[in-house]
């Protein structure tokens, strides 16, 4: 069965303290694997897809790594704007759609 | 960047009537939209897949006859949700699928059945 994992549940940062976010999946066939960015009553916000091991996207603050089996966001020196849920999702092979983690809720204080 | 709309944001309702949500992509041509629920401090769950001129393909559990979804263009979604009741309440939030396999999703719809 397909699975995404995140980990951890929640992290707490101070302002400027970088810190990884954990997304381990099992599927049959990887696709693509995505991360969004979720504030709370809001829908996903768009901000990586990876496809193969080895990749890595960067986005100001944030980059994405991937693995055969995990996939890292990486958070350098983040800012209390950077407080929200992260969510990653895979996508397997043959299908368009998303199987989602629970999530990492990050909280950054000033 | 890609942008999807839905409408209304927010709807409250009486138990027993319909309700109709809105998905739009607004500057790109979707492939495929899909419907997600989320309850509160939880992941979003699948709902629906639906590709334009065909019947959407349901998750396991979910009722098709409850959760009527309409994909009329390559730009528009509809999902109805028939004769609401309480539990029905919740965040409904779609997304489109775009050429290049990329996934937006809309800001989401609070649903609330009185």
């Known amino acids: 069965e397909d699975q995404v994992t995140q980990s951890p549940e929640a992290l707490r940062l101070q302002e400027g303290e970088s810190s990884s976010l954990n997304c381990s999946y099992t599927?049959?066939?990887?696709?693509?694997l995505f991360w969004y960015r979720q504030d709370p009553g809001k829908g996903p916000e768009f901000l990586f897809t990876?496809?193969?091991a080895g990749e890595e996207k960067e986005k100001e603050r944030l980059k994405a790594t991937l693995t055969k089996k995990e996939s890292f966001l990486h958070i350098t020196a983040p800012k209390p704007e950077d407080s929200a849920t992260y969510l990653c999702a895979v996508q397997a092979s043959g299908t368009d759609k998303l199987i989602f983690g629970t999530g990492t809720r990050l909280q950054v204080f000033p | 960047g890609a942008v999807v709309s839905q409408h209304p944001s927010w709807v409250i309702c009486k138990s027993g009537t319909s309700v109709k949500i809105e998905c739009r992509s607004l500057?790109?041509?979707?492939?495929?939209m899909f419907w997600y629920r989320q309850f509160p401090k939880q992941s979003l769950m699948l709902m629906a897949t639906s590709n334009e001129g065909s019947k959407a393909t349901y998750e396991q559990g979910v009722e098709k006859d409850k959760f009527l979804i309409n994909h009329a263009s390559l730009t528009l979604s509809t999902l109805t949700v028939t004769s609401a009741h309480p539990e029905d309440s919740s965040f409904y939030i779609c997304?489109?699928?775009?050429?290049?396999?990329?996934?937006?999703f809309g800001p989401g719809t609070r649903l609330t059945v009185l």
């Open positions: 997304s489109a699928s775009r050429f290049d396999n990329e996934q937006f």
């Open positions: 500057d790109f041509q979707a492939t495929t």
């Open positions: 990876l496809y193969s």
């Open positions: 599927v049959s066939g990887l696709r693509g």
